[in-house]
C-alpha cells in the first residue's frame, strides 16, 4: 500500500510528493525517463508491507529498462503469477515484481489474471505507451489531469492540484448533490478526473491520445448447486480470500465491529493467523441505536482476539470534522468517515494492515432497498403516484426513497432516485443547478454490468457494487486509513469469491425478506447465532440526534461565513428548510453532514492555487 504520482511533460519535485507522505512514510523515489516524444516522470510513497528490503523499493524497472512501474495495492494471487513465468528470474519477493513482469509479457491484458486492490501507472517505453488502471472494485483511488501535452496522475488530489490551475465543476456539484457523492469520472474540480473502477486507460505518448476501457464483465447466473452444495462452496472460497489476503511481511489486525461481517472476516483471520489476532471498534459514549462497542466486545470474546476500543463524543466529531473532509479531499454524505477516522488512529498505534468486513451488502443484497426493488413488483404502480399527487411525506427516510422512486417505471431512472440525496427540485433550489450527469452515470454501469437474464434487484446490485462502493465507501477508508499509514484490506471483494457470488441466482441471496441469505447460513457453520441474528446498525455515527441538539450551531455555521464561496453558492433559505425539517423529526442528517462537508471543503479550496468558481 503506497501512494503513486506521475506526469508527461511536468517536472515533479520532491516536496510535491510530499504532499502524499503518509501513505508511504518508509520510502520515497523519483525517476524521471527521456523518450522520443516526451519526458515521463514517476515518483513514489512506500508503506513496507511486502519484501521489507529494498528489492520492494518503486519506480521499479525490468532488467532491460523498456517496462517500469508504479504501484500501489496489493496483488493477492502474484505468487501464482510467478508460476506461469518460468523463465523470468526472479529479484525479490515483492508481488510489484510479480506484476511488472506479468504485464511485460503478457501485456495490459494481464491485468485481467490480477486479484487483488490495484491502482498502478504502467510505462512501456518500446511502445511509447502509459497506461493507469484500477482494479474491479476501485478500492484504490487513481485521479488524473490531461491538457494537451500535460499529464499529471496520483493517488491523491494535492499532488495534482499542486501542478496545475483549477475551477469548480458546477456539473460534478450538482451530480454530488443528487447522489452524495461524485462517481468517477468527476470529482469538483473541472480539470481533474477519476479513472472509473475496473478501467484501464491507454495513453499514447506520441501524439497523447487517451482511451479508456473497463475489465469488468457481466458473470451469467448458474442454478446447478443445491443450496447446500452451494453453501459450502461459498464457505470454501470465503476462507480461501481471508486467508489470501493474510499476505504481509508485518503483523495484520482487523476492524470488528458488532455485525456478522466483520466477525466472519475476522474468526478465518485469527484460525489462519501465527499470531493472537488483535481487533479494533470505535463506538461512542452514550447508548444509543448505532453503538457498537458492546457487541464487538461480545464477538472479540467469542472469537479470542486481542481487543481495542475507542470511544468518541459528539464533541471529538466536531473537533475533526473538518480535518476528516482535507484527508478525505471529496466532501461526501457518509457519516461514517468520522469514527473511521478515530478507528484508525488507534489501529496506527498498533498494526500497518487491517482487515474489514466491507463489500458484503451490495453483492449479496443486505441494504433494505433490495428488498423495496422486490417488493414494488406487487404494487400497482398508480398507487405511488397518488401518494406522490397528495404530497404525503414520511418520516422515515427509507420509506421516503421508496414512495420517490418505486413508481419509475425506467429502472435507470428508478435507481436515481432510490439514490437520491436531494431531489432535482431542491437542487435548484439550492444552487440554481440541475443535475445532468447522475443518470448518464448509472446507466453506464447498468449496461456495463447486466444481462438480460438479470431482475431489477440483481441490477441495482451490480450498480452499487461497481459503483456507488468505490468513490464512497471505499474512498474514505482508503484516504482515512492512508493518512495513518494503515493499508486497509477487504476480503470480501476477492476477485474469485465476488464472481463466484455475482454467478449465483438472486434466491441464494434474498430469501424472505432476508439479505446475506447464503453468507448467514454459511456464519452458522463457524459463529454463534448470538451473532448472525443480531439486528444491522450499519456503521455510522449518531447524528441524527447530534444534529438535532445542534441545529442552532449548524445553521449559523453554514449561513454566517459570508467570506465561504458556499455561502454564495448554496442558498441559505433553503438550509434553514433542511434544518427545520430534521428538528421536525424528518431525519436529514445525511444531507446536513453532506452540506457541512461542503462547506469545509469550500472554506479550504479558496486556499488551493488559481482555485475559482465558474
Not at 508504479?70 to 526472479?90: A, S
Not at 461497481?466 to 471505499?474: P, S
Not at 441474528?533 to 455510522?540: E, V
Request: proline share 4%; aromatic share 10%.
Amino acid at each position: 500500500m503506497c501512494g503513486i504520482l506521475g506526469s508527461v511533460n511536468v517536472p515533479v519535485e520532491e516536496q510535491v510528493l510530499d504532499l502524499i507522505s503518509h501513505r508511504g512514510p518508509d520510502a520515497a523515489h523519483i525517476r524521471s525517463y527521456s523518450l522520443t516524444s516526451c519526458d515521463v516522470t514517476f515518483a513514489h510513497r512506500r508503506l513496507s508491507i511486502l519484501e521489507l528490503s529494498e528489492a520492494g523499493n518503486q519506480p521499479m524497472q525490468t532488467s532491460d529498462g523498456q517496462y517500469n512501474i508504479i504501484f500501489n495495492g496489493e496483488i493477492f494471487n502474484h505468487k501464482d503469477l510467478r508460476e506461469r513465468l518460468p523463465e523470468v528470474h526472479f529479484r525479490g519477493n515483492s508481488d510489484t515484481e510479480s506484476i511488472l513482469c506479468y504485464l511485460a509479457k503478457k501485456g495490459i491484458e494481464g491485468l485481467q489474471d490480477f486479484n487483488g486492490n490495484f491502482a498502478f501507472a504502467f510505462l512501456d517505453i518500446t511502445h511509447q505507451k502509459l497506461y493507469l488502471a484500477r482494479d474491479k472494485f476501485g478500492v484504490k483511488p487513481l485521479y488524473y489531469y490531461h491538457n494537451g501535452n500535460r499529464f499529471v496522475f496520483s493517488s491523491e488530489i494535492r499532488p495534482v492540484l499542486s501542478l496545475i490551475t483549477t475551477t469548480l465543476d458546477n456539473t460534478s456539484l450538482a451530480e454530488l448533490l443528487k447522489l452524495r457523492y461524485n462517481p468517477a469520472d468527476s470529482t469538483l474540480y473541472k480539470e481533474i478526473r477519476k479513472l472509473l473502477p475496473g478501467h484501464y486507460m491507454t495513453l499514447d505518448l506520441k501524439t497523447m491520445e487517451m482511451h479508456i476501457q473497463p475489465i469488468i464483465k457481466p458473470r451469467p447466473i448458474q442454478n446447478l448447486l443445491s443450496l447446500q452444495q452451494a453453501v459450502n462452496r461459498y464457505g470454501d472460497l470465503f476462507e480461501r480470500a481471508v486467508e489470501r489476503q493474510l499476505m504481509s511481511d508485518v503483523q495484520i489486525g482487523s476492524l470488528l465491529s458488532g455485525g456478522v461481517d466483520s466477525a466472519l472476516v475476522t474468526y478465518f483471520a485469527a484460525k489462519n493467523s501465527k499470531d493472537k489476532l488483535k481487533t479494533f471498534t470505535v463506538g461512542f459514549d452514550e447508548v444509543n441505536e448505532v453503538n457498537e462497542l458492546n457487541d464487538a466486545r461480545i464477538s472479540a470474546g467469542i472469537l479470542g482476539t486481542e481487543h481495542h476500543e475507542v470511544v468518541m463524543d459528539m464533541k471529538t466529531f466536531w473537533s475533526v470534522f473538518e480535518e476528516v473532509v482535507r484527508i478525505v479531499e471529496e466532501p461526501l454524505g457518509t457519516t461514517s468517515s468520522i469514527p473511521m477516522y478515530f478507528l484508525n488512529k488507534e489501529v496506527a498505534k498498533h498494526v500497518k494492515v487491517v482487515l474489514t468486513g466491507q463489500g458484503a451488502d451490495e453483492p449479496l443484497g443486505g441494504y433494505a432497498r433490495y428488498q423495496g426493488e422486490i417488493y414494488r413488483r406487487y404494487i400497482p404502480a398508480f398507487l405511488f403516484q397518488l401518494i406522490s399527487n397528495l404530497g404525503l411525506n414520511f418520516k422515515n427516510e427509507k420509506v421516503r426513497r421508496f414512495i420517490h422512486s418505486a413508481g419509475e417505471q425506467d429502472i435507470v431512472s428508478r435507481l436515481e432516485k432510490t439514490y437520491a440525496l436531494f431531489d432535482d427540485a431542491q437542487i435548484q433550489k439550492m444552487t440554481g443547478l440541475k443535475d445532468q450527469s447522475s443518470y448518464k452515470k448509472i446507466d453506464y454501469f447498468y449496461k456495463l454490468t447486466s444481462q438480460p437474464s438479470r431482475s431489477p434487484v440483481e441490477a441495482m446490485m451490480s450498480v452499487d457494487l461497481h459503483m456507488n462502493l468505490a468513490d464512497d465507501l471505499l474512498l474514505y477508508t482508503d484516504k482515512v486509513s492512508m493518512h495513518f499509514g494503515v493499508e486497509t484490506r477487504v476480503p470480501i471483494l476477492d476477485f474469485e469469491l465476488i464472481e463466484y457470488i455475482e454467478s449465483l441466482p438472486l434466491k441464494y441471496k434474498i430469501r424472505n425478506g432476508t439479505g446475506k441469505f447464503i453468507h448467514k447460513e454459511f456464519a452458522r457453520n463457524v459463529l454463534p447465532e448470538t451473532i448472525v441474528n443480531r439486528p444491522k446498525k450499519g456503521f455510522k455515527s449518531p447524528t441524527s440526534l447530534w444534529f438535532e441538539q445542534d441545529s442552532e450551531y449548524i445553521l449559523e455555521l453554514l449561513t454566517a461565513d459570508t467570506s465561504n464561496p458556499f455561502y454564495q453558492i448554496i442558498d441559505s433559505n433553503e438550509i434553514y428548510k433542511i434544518v427545520q425539517l430534521h428538528k421536525r423529526g424528518y431525519n436529514q442528517e445525511k444531507q446536513l453532514f453532506l452540506l457541512l462537508s461542503l462547506f469545509f471543503w469550500f472554506k479550504n479550496a479558496t486556499l488551493l492555487p488559481d482555485f475559482k468558481s465558474q
